[in-house]
């Protein structure tokens, strides 16, 4: 019988060689990645079961990530691992397709078994905010922020590479689009926020967790 394939993707060289470790007596580890587009190609081209993901990650967050592989492949499972133990982002992990949410720090207890989890067709929360997160959905959808739904997928790539300090001709070779077409984004971007200055962009960004400052 073959192994599970997995998948690691952090931007922490540390992190990645710990996870190494814990994962490969139990499962087949295909691949490690450091950032979001690096996991978009490593998934296109090893076809893992399974994806162990941050979400604070450069160039495209782990969200955005797994947004766009879960429509090409709705059947990999996805485990987020990752530092942020408030709802509103597990909340949007799982709407974003993750079978399971797991705490940096609860890696080496909880890891192993939410990926198994996920195999089955279940989903894991880390004990740590299952009751908050169960608590917030009863009182309404916990998410980040309402404003961000107004942004198209794209948009948010924009985003996040802007206010990474990449300039529009960058952001243009990375998307494989055009300057014009970055530039149209912003300002549509900065009108449906109701943002009147690029810094005031960033900050919008890092304050709502499309970018980290970490």
Do not use: C, W
């Amino acid at each position: 019988m073959s192994r599970t394939r997995v998948i690691l993707a952090d931007d922490h060289k540390i992190v990645l060689e710990g996870l190494k470790n814990l994962l490969e007596p139990n499962f087949d580890l295909v691949g490690t990645v450091e950032d979001g587009r690096a996991l978009l190609k490593a998934v296109k081209n090893l076809h893992p079961d399974v994806i162990v993901a941050d979400i604070s990650m450069p160039l495209l967050n782990g969200i955005e990530a797994v947004r766009q592989i879960k429509k090409a492949d709705p059947n990999v499972k996805v485990v987020f691992l990752t530092m942020h133990p408030d709802v509103s982002y597990a909340a949007e992990a799982f709407e974003a397709g993750a079978s399971g949410y797991v705490l940096k720090h609860s890696a080496p207890s909880e890891l192993v078994a939410a990926i198994n989890d996920a195999l089955k067709g279940r989903t894991y929360v880390t004990p740590m905010i299952a009751g908050e997160l169960l608590e917030s959905y009863r009182n309404g959808s916990p998410k980040r922020n309402d404003a961000l739904t107004k942004l198209s997928s794209r948009q948010r790539e924009v985003l996040q590479l802007l206010a990474e300090g990449k300039v529009a001709k960058e952001v243009a070779k990375i998307l494989k689009i055009s300057s014009r077409t970055v530039e149209f984004h912003k300002y549509k971007m900065m009108e449906a926020l109701g943002i009147k200055s690029s810094a005031e962009l960033v900050r919008y960004a890092i304050k709502h967790g499309i970018v980290s400052i970490a």
